[in-house]
């Protein structure tokens, strides 16, 4: 007989770590976490620095984009998730919320109830902030937000570099106003990483009601009469649902898992083979993420982390972070940036700084022999749309990821502001007893087409993909407002693939949001 629950959650993500920890609470339910990847034990999910290691394939699927056909073919490497925490567990645990204005767009394109001043109290209730408990902070929250623990002299150097080009400091990005150089507040706690695993499930593991199971990956979802009623497991193993079936396998794997089991575009579904449930041709549309720039620059002594590498010091900056918390292990790498403006009349900041202290640390990003520093810029509103499809009807093979990068002309030339600002900030005077020389895109690049020929050669995700299964009211919209999932009962979805638009910022802290949000609304309609 199959195993029988309330509530079956598919995806222990960010999103999906918080709804089991929330439903849960009512101790009538039984709530059931479905989670494709294993457990969290291996250290480098709970130090830090251990951010470095992920992007380059621990604890992933393993997938990239198709060639990207306006960058010249360029195939990116797409990291996604594949361990209980999802992306809060492999991620640089940079908190940024977006902007305000991103939310209130959301409310004016019919999506009540997801207006800033309406999701600022679930920011809130998250948080256990180390910094600040006022109008936009909270304290006693599951999750662990926290200044860094480990920045170095070239941070406040460049503070003072982006000043010197009239960009403010600001003390918090996810406060009064977004513009402005910070240090960002980080999902950690005591300068271990704080996943949404660590916050919301690990406390509540004795739960009599809550069920987790891990590698347990999902073939289809079981739909009867319009109703969705469990999931069938790859081994053949059937889970029922009373309740809800929600997905929370982010904004490529919950589209993903629509199209194996029959929901989504007819006609793709029918070149696959695959038996059409629902004709939704939504599903996998609408995707979006930022593209991600960077300058290198090779510094002129040991003034970032990349000193580390070397096997005696990397034993050393071990050995300082288990004493004392503090050095190497302690840096996320990436916890310095801010927010500032590619186009002087965007209706708020359309670019986003991170400043990586070494170089060579995401995957496929040149490394400086001698050190070096990073800084990634990225545009914030991209217009371009992609898809998510199916390459076959076998749920072990990859999907078709297409961010579509750059389709819009608009992308191409924001972004390439972007850099040459990102160039303009580390050639200040403030910056040169720091630097040695820019080394990438470097001198030789002048023309916008050289700048875009770079681009194509290097660039990145920033992981922020979003808006595949998004909420609206029209009759395009895959999903609701409550995020019900438009044309098949009991089956909701929560995740970032519900993003009308991708917000201004990196996008796991909205995970948890949403998160927080939907466990609120599933209660109010199941009556608790």
Not at 154 to 181: H, K, T, W
Not at 232 to 258: C, F, H, K
Request: aromatic residues 8%; negative net charge.
């Amino acid at each position: 007989m199959a195993e029988g629950y309330d509530f079956i959650i598919i995806g222990g993500g960010s999103a999906g770590s918080v709804l089991a920890a929330r439903l849960s609470e009512n101790p009538a339910v039984s709530v059931c976490l479905l989670e494709a990847g294993g457990r969290d034990w291996n250290p480098l999910f709970h130090v830090p620095a251990g951010f470095a290691k992920m992007t380059k394939g621990v604890a992933s699927w393993g997938w990239s984009t198709v060639p990207q056909r306006h960058m010249g073919g360029k195939v990116f490497t797409y990291t996604q998730a594949k361990v209980i925490g999802g992306g809060s567990a492999i991620n640089a645990q940079i908190y940024t919320r977006g902007n305000p204005l991103d939310y209130d767009e959301w409310r004016q394109m019919g999506c009540e109830g997801w207006g800033y001043e309406d999701v600022l109290p679930y920011f809130r209730k998250a948080e256990d902030n180390d910094t600040w408990n006022n109008r936009w902070h909270g304290k006693g929250g599951p999750l662990g937000v926290s200044k860094p623990a480990a920045p170095l002299p070239i941070c406040e150097a460049y503070f003072e570099a982006a000043q010197a080009l009239g960009i403010p400091r600001n003390m918090d990005v996810n406060g009064e106003s977004q513009g402005g150089v910070a240090y960002y507040q980080l999902t950690q706690r005591n300068a271990r990483r704080s996943s949404a695993a660590m916050a919301y499930l690990a406390p509540n593991r004795g739960r009599a009601n809550l069920t987790v199971k891990y590698g347990a990956q999902v073939r289809r979802l079981d739909v009867e009469n319009g109703r969705a009623t469990g999931v069938t497991l790859m081994d053949g193993t059937r889970l029922t649902a009373a309740a809800e079936v929600i997905l929370s396998s982010g904004a490529i794997g919950t589209p993903r898992l629509l199209q194996l089991s029959g929901i989504g575009p007819a006609d793709h579904l029918h070149d696959l083979g695959i038996e059409v449930v629902l004709d939704q041709p939504n599903v996998g549309e609408n995707l979006q993420d930022h593209l991600d720039l960077y300058c290198i620059c090779e510094v002129s002594g040991p003034h970032t982390y990349d000193r580390y590498a070397k096997l005696h010091l990397s034993a050393l900056a071990g050995l300082q972070y288990l004493l004392s918390r503090t050095g190497p292990v302690a840096s996320s790498l990436f916890e310095t940036g801010g927010f500032w403006y590619a186009d002087p009349d965007a209706r708020s900041p359309d670019l986003q700084f991170h400043l990586g202290l070494g170089t060579g640390i995401e995957a496929g990003v040149a490394a400086m022999p001698d050190g070096g520093v990073t800084l990634n810029s990225c545009y914030l509103r991209p217009r371009s749309r992609g898809t998510v499809r199916l390459a076959s009807d076998d749920p072990a093979k990859a999907p078709l990821i297409d961010p579509n990068y750059c389709a819009d002309p608009r992308d191409r030339e924001m972004s390439i502001r972007g850099l040459k600002l990102t160039q303009q900030i580390l050639a200040q005077e403030p910056l040169k007893p720091f630097i040695k020389a820019e080394r990438l895109p470097g001198p030789d690049v002048k023309t916008d087409e050289e700048y875009f020929a770079f681009i194509c050669e290097h660039s990145k995700t920033s992981h922020h993909c979003a808006g595949t299964c998004r909420m609206g009211v029209d009759a395009g919209a895959v999903v609701d407002p409550h995020l019900r999932f438009n044309g098949i009962g009991r089956l909701r979805v929560v995740d970032n693939s519900i993003m009308p638009n991708v917000i201004s910022s990196n996008t796991n802290a909205a995970a948890i949001m949403i998160g927080e949000k939907a466990a609120d609304m599933i209660k109010a309609d199941h009556g608790a």
